[in-house]
């Protein structure tokens, strides 16, 4: 059935007023970071500052240690990210290949734990990883942040192998391969777009949370990049608005590079699969 022309303006419509929504605060962000004291205090805002200025990133070096909260953001968010998709995506194969009452039970499980607000758990796993002497510990901080980031990603995963036709492994088995053999070259290659961009969605989870690494990050070296802007807040909750634009901006370009990089990748690996 054809869209009907009206309809497919109103859809591509609909899809600017989104795009819109989305850019507007990265843009402000950007325009912001860019101004002088003077244009921040206009009342008068432009978009486009008319004296643009690097002063503000230079003052949010010299005021805080970015490039060390960057360094413990990035290893956190990596290893988060390399961990739970090395352990979701088997576990992702055998809920998806083997649908049992257990496997019924982690897909509930999965469901569950994302209607769990971080209030209700921090206190029992703040007590938890102080007996194991975790606190104000990065590796403390990557078991967080793979706990967080497993449910959905195995949710996410179990989609992409449902995905893989039945009658692909079965030819392979008529073929003679055994079953790591069908893993390693029929299944997993096809499941490449899927990790890919479940592992990006576990860096971008890590990199921007805030809560968990407030509450267990307590010496300033150890201390995330989010936990950081929060320092170009004043006393009085007056923001040093200048110099925290500059860090926000620096602090988003990560997840938008990473993302330009691959986007083209994922999309190369679902054709790829598909023709397969």
Request: proline content about 7%; overall charge positive; cysteine-free.
């Amino acid at each position: 059935m054809r869209t009907s022309k009206p309809a497919r303006a109103g859809q591509y419509l609909a899809l600017l007023a989104y795009l819109v929504f989305l850019a507007f605060p990265f843009l402000w962000l950007v325009s912001t970071a860019f101004k002088p004291p003077r244009e921040l205090a206009s009342l008068h805002p432009t978009w486009i500052p008319k004296d643009p200025t690097l002063d503000n990133f230079r003052q949010a070096f010299d005021e805080q240690p970015l490039l060390r909260a960057a360094g413990n953001s990035l290893l956190v968010a990596v290893s988060a990210a390399v961990i739970a998709v090395v352990i979701a995506t088997p576990m992702a194969y055998v809920m998806a290949r083997h649908r049992s009452f257990l496997s019924r039970a982690a897909t509930g499980w999965v469901v569950v734990s994302q209607a769990f607000p971080f209030v209700l758990v921090i206190i029992p796993l703040f007590l938890i990883l102080k007996n194991l002497h975790l606190i104000n510990a990065l590796p403390g901080l990557i078991m967080v942040y793979v706990v967080w980031a497993l449910p959905f990603a195995l949710w996410m995963l179990v989609g992409y192998v449902r995905a893989v036709p039945r009658e692909m492994e079965e030819a392979a088995a008529v073929d003679g391969a055994g079953r790591l053999r069908i893993l390693v070259s029929v299944t997993a290659p096809l499941l490449t777009p899927g990790i890919v961009a479940t592992g990006l969605f576990a860096f971008v989870t890590a990199w921007n949370e805030f809560f968990f690494a407030l509450v267990l990050m307590k010496s300033p070296e150890r201390q995330t990049l989010p936990v950081i802007l929060t320092h170009f807040l004043g006393a009085e909750g007056v923001a040093d608005l200048g110099p925290l634009a500059a860090a926000a901006f620096l602090a988003t370009l990560p997840s938008l590079l990473i993302f330009s990089v691959i986007q083209r990748r994922i999309t190369g690996g679902l054709l790829a699969g598909a023709v397969k």
